[in-house]
């Protein structure tokens, strides 16, 4: 393989796991819309604009893990990264998702200015609101995931999901879990 196409391949394989995800995420978001905003007679994206939008995410992931300040806490535990990227994240998203409404009202009130003062008038807060609560926990569960396979390994990962992996049997009562699931639980985590 020539170092062009293996270059090409190694973009491809670092850009499907977050447009995949996103691609989910933002359908079911694009299906929470449909099902709020029905006969309210608001028109909705179609599903192409959607993939393109997971395209556009995927990429900015990826790029945004190239930035010095996004691995802002490389020896704190893995908590501080997820809720640092969910923030840095969820904030973008935020901005897209208000830019693209204002994108529609700016196009029929003929100006930047006056799509954005129409746009607060006629914004329906709590959906706005409802869609982004959904995205922050669709982000969130994004960046836990993502920090424990870097964390983990893409390796073990994968053998965990589809592979052998080792599978660990604790013995219980009816009345909850016995001593030595208890004392293999805690070993388990150290």
């Known amino acids: 393989m020539s170092n062009l196409s293996t270059k090409i391949k190694e973009e491809i394989d670092a850009l499907l796991p977050p447009t995949i995800f996103f691609f989910i995420a933002l359908h079911l978001v694009a299906l929470f819309r449909v099902l709020m905003l029905k006969g309210t ?14 395209l556009i995410l995927g990429k900015a992931v990826l790029i945004a893990d190239l930035l010095p300040f996004i691995n802002r806490y490389p ?7 997820v809720v640092w990227k969910t923030t840095v994240y969820v904030l973008v998203s935020m901005l897209v998702h208000y830019l693209e409404r204002l994108v529609d009202f700016w196009r029929e009130a ?10 607060l008038a006629e914004i ?11 995205l922050v926990v669709l982000i969130l569960m994004y960046c836990t995931a993502r920090e424990l396979f870097l964390v983990i390994g893409e390796d073990k990962v994968r053998q965990f999901f589809l592979g052998h992996c080792r599978r660990y049997r604790f013995n219980s009562t009816p009345h909850g879990p016995g001593v030595q699931a208890v004392i293999s639980a805690a070993v388990l985590t150290r």
Request: glycine letters at 12%; charged letters at 5%.
């Open 41 to 54: 007679g608001i028109s909705l994206g179609t599903a192409a604009s959607v993939t393109v939008a997971a």
């Open 110 to 119: 003929g100006g930047f200015i006056a799509g954005n003062q129409k746009l």
């Open 124 to 134: 329906v807060w709590p959906h706005f609101w409802a869609i982004q609560i959904l």
């Open 75 to 81: 020896d704190k535990p893995l908590a501080y990264n």
